[in-house]
């Protein structure tokens, strides 16, 4: 099992940049697919980015391709997104979720594949 605390969130203008973390709690954080996720208000949440236990597998939604970056440390036990030019429609409390399956090939999409969450860190991005 693992807990996640994310981090970061902000308001920022359009065309700014932030860096959101994920600590996580004990020993299987390494072993765990990691993706990071958002909800804007009235909307379902979706996914954002994934990143395999080793950081060799790595997949972004088209909407971020080219500014957002996920990353991991697992010395650290710490996830990273990377967001760059921001826009306001980036605007969203952002999760980060763990997939349970240890050292699992496969990296996943949707958020009823990951086992645990974050409580979110809210980005709003203004014009």
């Known amino acids: 099992q693992v807990q996640l605390v994310e981090s970061g969130g902000e308001l920022v203008q359009a065309g700014g940049s932030l860096r959101l973390s994920c600590s996580a709690s004990?020993?299987?954080?390494?072993?765990?697919?990691m993706g990071w996720f958002r909800q804007a208000p009235g909307k379902e949440r979706e996914f954002v980015a994934a990143?395999?236990?080793?950081?060799?597998?790595?997949y972004y939604v088209d909407s971020v391709k080219g500014r957002f970056t996920i990353s991991r440390d697992n010395a650290k036990n710490t996830l990273y997104l990377q967001m760059n030019s921001l826009k306001p429609e980036d605007t969203a409390v952002y999760y980060c979720?763990?997939?349970?399956?240890?050292?699992?090939?496969?990296?996943?999409?949707?958020?009823?594949?990951?086992?645990?969450w974050g409580q979110g860190t809210q980005v709003t991005v203004s014009s």
């Open positions: 979720a763990a997939d349970g399956s240890y050292y699992s090939a496969a990296v996943r999409f949707g958020v009823r594949e990951y086992d645990y």
């Open positions: 990143i395999s236990w080793n950081g060799g597998r790595i």
């Open positions: 004990g020993r299987t954080f390494s072993a765990y697919a």
